[in-house]
C-alpha cells in the first residue's frame, strides 16, 4: 500500500514538472529570436567588413571561392563587446524553475488539502461533537441513554488506538460509521442510526466502530488521504496549465494543451488506480475487526466480531436484494465485494492480490511516467550541465535518451509488481495446489500489465516503443531481440510476471519467513524492473544484473521440483475464489423475428472486428494519436469488451449493470467522436445528435446478442411455444418451488469515503430460477 502510494507520488510530481517545459512564455521566447537576429546581423556585418588575416588571405590564394564563414580571433573580443553594447544581456529560458514552482505549488496544494480535509468534512455534513453524558441520564420512558462517545472510546482504549474526538451526523439516519482525519487528530463519525444500533445489537455496533478504528491503527487513513489530497492539487494544477494554453501566455499553446488533455487521461488513471489499492485497506480493516474482540459482549475472541458483522450486512442486503453482492458495474469502485471480503477473511493473502486491473493501471502508470521523463532527457541533462552536476568532459559519453533518471520510479514499481504477483501466488493456493488456476491467473496477469503499458505508451509516446535507437543502444531489453513493439512489451511483461512467480513459489516451497520473503521478492522485483533497461545502471554492472535476475528464479524452480510437501485433500481446500453469489438467472433474451436477430448478430460481429481494426492500428504505434482519438477508440474497445463480459456474467443484476456500463463507453465514444468532428468542422452542429442514433443501434445488437450467449451459457434460450428452459439450480416447472436460499453474509465493513450503507455492498440473496408465467396459468 505504501510502495502504491509512493508510485502514484513519483508519477504526479514527474508529471507536475513536465508542465514547466511548454510553459515557455511568449515573451521569453520574443526576446531569445530578437537578441539571436541582433547577433547574426553584427556577426555578418564583422564577417563581410573586416579585414583578411595572413591566414585567410593564403586560404583565398589557393581557392579562388572561398568564403569566411567563422570571424577570425583577433575580432572576436571587438564583436563581442558590440553584441553586449547593442544587442544587451543573452536571455536564457530556465524550466527548471517552473518546474520548481510547479512541484511546489503540488507539494503545498496536497498537503494543505490534507490537512483542511478533516475540517471541511465537518463543515460540509455539519458534524457535531459526541459528549458523553452525565451519570443518571434517562430518556422520557426512564431507560438510559446510550452514549456512542463512551462505547467508541472503550473500544479504542481496548485495542490500542487513540482517537481524538467522536462527532455525530444527524442527518444521516442510517447505521454508518466512517473514519477520517489526519496527523495528530482522529475522528470516527457515527450516523444517528448508530445510536439505535448501539441499543438494538451491541456486537454488531462494537465490530462496525472496530471496522474503523482498524483504518486508524493500520494507519491507511493518512495515506489514502494524503494521496486523495495530493491528486485533487494535481488536477487543480492540470486545470490551472489548461486555462493557461487557451492564453497568449505560452509560447508553445499547442504543445501545452496536448500535454493538458494527456495529464487528463492520467489522472483518471491514477484515480482508478487509487480507488483500486483501497480496496486491500478495506480487507485489512475487515481482519482487524475479525480479529480483536467485541466489547463486552465477547466470549470467544474474534469470533462475535465476525458473526456480528455477518448479521449486520445480511439485514443490509435484505433492503437492497437485486444488487447481489456487487458493489458497482465499474471495476473501480473504492470498496471490495462482499465475496471477496468473505473469501480474504478465510485466506488474507487475498488482501494483497494482485488483481488484473491494478496490473494494468500500475503498467500504464509506469509506461507513461518513464515516457515522459524519457522525453525531457535531454533538458534534464542541461539542466545537471548548468548546475555543475555534469562534467563537461563527460559529455561525449551522453546518450539522447538518459535512462539513469527514471531509477526512482522503477525502483518503486519493480517492488509493486514482484510483491503483487507473489500475493497472487499465495491467493491461489502456492506451490502445493492444483497448478491450472495459478498458472490462469498468472496469465492473466501478464495480459493485463501489458495492455497497460502499450495504454501508457498510446497516452504517451516516447522513447519506449521506438524500434530503432540513434545510437544504436537500445533503451529497452527487447529493442535487441525484436523489431515489434507489442510482441516485445509482451515478452516483457510475461517474463517479467514469470519470474516474480518462480520465485514466490520457490519461496513458499522451502517455508521462507514472511519478512524475508517479502524483502527477497521485492528486491527482485526491483531488479527485474532494472533489467527491462540495459542502460539504466553502468556496464560493468549488467551482467551481475541479469544473473541474479535469472538466478533466484531458476534457484526457486529447483526448489519447487525437490519439495515433496503433500497437497491437502480436496475437501479439505479453501475455496480458491469465492463466487459472486447465487442471484437470480432469467431468460435475457428478447422474442425478435430471425431475420431481425440474424442482422443484429452480423452488426455485432462486424463491429467487433471493426473494433480488432482500431485496436490494432493503436498497437502499431506508428502515429501518436491526440487524446480525443484515443479515448474514442479506447472508449469503442470497453464496449465491445464489456458487452463480451456481460454475456459472461454469473446473474441477472451483473449482467445488466455490465451491460449499462458498456452503454456508458459507446456513449462515451460517440460523444468524443462529435466533440472532434465539431473542433474539425467536418460535422455541422446540426449532425451531432444524428450520430446518436448508429450508436443506439450498435448498442441494441450487442444487447441482443450478449443476452443470447448469456441464455445459451445459462440453459440455453426458450424454444417457440414450450415453457422456457430452466437454468442451473433453477426449480423445474411444475414442481412445488422451494423455499428462497440465503446465502451466507459477508463480513466487511466499509471505512472512509462511504461507510457501511454508502457502498452499495450486498450479500447475495435469492433463488435461480427461469422466468415463467405465473402459477395456475399455462405457458405460452
Known amino acids: 500500500m505504501f510502495l502504491r502510494a509512493l508510485l502514484f507520488w513519483f508519477t504526479l510530481t514527474v508529471a507536475a514538472g513536465a508542465i514547466a517545459f511548454p510553459t515557455t512564455p511568449e515573451r521569453q521566447q520574443r526576446d531569445s529570436w530578437q537578441y539571436q537576429y541582433c547577433v547574426r546581423q553584427i556577426e555578418s556585418e564583422y564577417l563581410s567588413s573586416s579585414p583578411r588575416t595572413p591566414d585567410e588571405m593564403r586560404l583565398a590564394a589557393a581557392n579562388p571561392f572561398w568564403q569566411r564563414t567563422v570571424l577570425p580571433e583577433p575580432y572576436r573580443s571587438e564583436a563581442a563587446a558590440t553584441v553586449a553594447l547593442t544587442c544587451g544581456v543573452r536571455p536564457v529560458d530556465r524550466p527548471e524553475q517552473r518546474a520548481g514552482l510547479a512541484v511546489g505549488v503540488l507539494a503545498g496544494g496536497g498537503f494543505l488539502l490534507y490537512w483542511l480535509l478533516p475540517y471541511l468534512t465537518v463543515l460540509r455534513y455539519g458534524l457535531k461533537r459526541e459528549r458523553p453524558h452525565e451519570a443518571g441520564t434517562v430518556d422520557g420512558d426512564g431507560e438510559p441513554l446510550p452514549c456512542l462517545d463512551t462505547a467508541v472510546r472503550g473500544l479504542a482504549a481496548d485495542t490500542g488506538v487513540t482517537v481524538h474526538a467522536v462527532m455525530y451526523n444527524a442527518v444521516d439516519p442510517t447505521a454508518n460509521a466512517v473514519a477520517f482525519g489526519h496527523a495528530g487528530r482522529r475522528y470516527v463519525e457515527l450516523a444517528s442510526g448508530m445510536e439505535d444500533l448501539l441499543v438494538q445489537d451491541r456486537a454488531a455496533f462494537d465490530a462496525v466502530v472496530l471496522h474503523e478504528l482498524g483504518h486508524i491503527r493500520n494507519r491507511d487513513l493518512d495515506v489514502t488521504q494524503a494521496v486523495t489530497a495530493l491528486w485533487w492539487a494535481f488536477v487543480t494544477l492540470v486545470a490551472a496549465a489548461f486555462c493557461l494554453s487557451l492564453t497568449g501566455f505560452a509560447a508553445d499553446r499547442a504543445g501545452l494543451h496536448a500535454l493538458c488533455l494527456q495529464l487528463v487521461l492520467l489522472t483518471c488513471v491514477v484515480y482508478a488506480a487509487r480507488n483500486s489499492y483501497l480496496h486491500s485497506r478495506e480487507l485489512h480493516a475487515d481482519a482487524f475487526a475479525a480479529t480483536h474482540p467485541a466489547g463486552a459482549t465477547t466470549t470467544n475472541s474474534g469470533e462475535t466480531s465476525r458473526e456480528s458483522l455477518d448479521r449486520f450486512l445480511g439485514r443490509l442486503a435484505a433492503q437492497r436484494p437485486d444488487e447481489a453482492g456487487e458493489t458497482s458495474a465499474w471495476p473501480f469502485a473504492t470498496h471490495p465485494t462482499l465475496a471477496r471480503r468473505r473469501a480474504a477473511l478465510l485466506r488474507p493473502a487475498l488482501a494483497d492480490e494482485f488483481t488484473g486491473w491494478e496490473a494494468a493501471l500500475i503498467g500504464c502508470i509506469l509506461a507513461f511516467a518513464v515516457n515522459l521523463v524519457l522525453g525531457h532527457s535531454f533538458d534534464i541533462m542541461l539542466f545537471a550541465l548548468r548546475n555543475g552536476n555534469l562534467d563537461p568532459a563527460d559529455l561525449h559519453t551522453l546518450r539522447p535518451v538518459y535512462v539513469r533518471a527514471t531509477l526512482p520510479l522503477l525502483l518503486v514499481a519493480g517492488p509493486v509488481i514482484g510483491l503483487g504477483v507473489r500475493y497472487s501466488v499465495l491467493a491461489r493456493g502456492g506451490p502445493h495446489r492444483h497448478r491450472l488456476p495459478l498458472a490462469r491467473r498468472l496469465a492473466t496477469l501478464s495480459a493485463c500489465l501489458w495492455a497497460g503499458m502499450c495504454l501508457g505508451c498510446l497516452i504517451r509516446p516516447g522513447p519506449l516503443t521506438d524500434t530503432a535507437p540513434a545510437d544504436g543502444m537500445p533503451v529497452m531489453l527487447w529493442q535487441s531481440l525484436t523489431g515489434s513493439a507489442v510482441l516485445g512489451l509482451a515478452v516483457t511483461s510475461a517474463a517479467s510476471i514469470g519470474l516474480c512467480a518462480l520465485l514466490a513459489l520457490g519461496g513458499e516451497a522451502v517455508a ?133 463480459a456481460a454475456a459472461r456474467a454469473p446473474h441477472d443484476a451483473l449482467f445488466r449493470r455490465r451491460v449499462h456500463a458498456a452503454m456508458c463507453c459507446l456513449l462515451g465514444a460517440a460523444a468524443l467522436k462529435a466533440l472532434e468532428g465539431l473542433l474539425s468542422g467536418t460535422i455541422p452542429p446540426s449532425l451531432c445528435l444524428a450520430l446518436l442514433a448508429p450508436a443506439c443501434g450498435v448498442l441494441v445488437s450487442f444487447r441482443v446478442t450478449a443476452a443470447a450467449l448469456y441464455d445459451l451459457r445459462h440453459g440455453g434460450a426458450p424454444r417457440p411455444g414450450r415453457w422456457p428452459r430452466t437454468a442451473r439450480g433453477a426449480h423445474a416447472p411444475g414442481r412445488p418451488e422451494a423455499a428462497p436460499r440465503e446465502s451466507p453474509p459477508c463480513p466487511g465493513v466499509p471505512g472512509q469515503g462511504g461507510g457501511i450503507a454508502g457502498t452499495g455492498d450486498t450479500a447475495a440473496q435469492g433463488r435461480v430460477t427461469a422466468a415463467g408465467p405465473p402459477p395456475g396459468q399455462p405457458p405460452s
Open 512 to 644: 521462507l519467513r514472511r519478512r524475508p520473503a517479502l524483502l527477497l521478492t521485492g528486491v527482485h522485483g526491483a531488479l527485474v524492473v532494472l533489467a527491462w533497461f540495459p542502460t539504466a545502471l553502468v556496464a560493468p554492472a549488467g551482467p551481475y544484473l541479469r544473473a541474479v535476475v535469472l538466478g533466484l528464479p531458476l534457484l526457486g524452480a529447483g526448489c519447487l521440483l525437490r519439495s515433496r510437501r503433500p497437497r491437502p485433500p480436496r475437501a479439505l481446500r479453501l475455496p480458491v475464489r469465492a463466487g459472486r453469489g447465487p442471484g437470480t438467472v432469467t431468460v435475457a433474451s428478447s422474442p425478435l423475428r430471425t431475420p431481425l436477430l440474424v442482422l443484429c448478430h452480423l452488426t455485432t460481429l462486424g463491429v467487433t472486428a471493426w473494433a480488432l481494426v482500431v485496436a490494432g492500428r493503436l498497437l502499431t504505434f506508428s502515429t501518436s494519436p491526440t487524446a480525443l482519438v484515443l479515448a474514442r477508440s479506447l472508449g469503442l474497445v470497453l464496449f465491445v469488451l464489456g458487452m463480451g
